[in-house]
C-alpha cells in the first residue's frame, strides 16, 4: 500500500509527534516525575497510536477493496486484508 502525498505527510506528522511524546516520556522518567503523570503521557500516546493505526488502516482498506472491486485482485487481497484487519484490532 502507498500513501498519496498529504495523507503521507500527514501521517509522518503525527508519528514525529508520538516520538516527541515518547521523548518527553523518557525524559520524565530520567528525572523522577511522577508516575501518575508519566502513565497520563502514556495514555495520550497509546491514544495516539490508535489514531495514527487507524488511519493507515482505512487506508488499507480503501486500496485493497478498490483493487478488488476493480477487478485487479482476487480474493487474496479480501483474505489479506481480513487477516491485516484482525491482527490490528487484536492489538487495540
Known sequence: MTFKTNENEA????????EGQVKGIQKMVEEGKCCGDILIQISA???????????ILENHMKDCLKLYL??????????????TMVKYTKQN
Not at 501521517?11 to 508520538?18: G, N, W
Not at 476493480?70 to 487477516?83: F, K, N, P, R, W
Request: proline share 0%; no cysteine; net charge negative.
Open 11 to 18: 501521517i509522518i506528522k503525527r508519528l514525529r509527534r508520538i
Open 45 to 55: 500516546v497509546r491514544s495516539a497510536m490508535n489514531s495514527v493505526g487507524g488511519l
Open 70 to 83: 476493480d477487478g485487479d485482485a482476487g480474493d487474496e487481497t479480501l483474505d489479506s486484508l481480513v487477516e
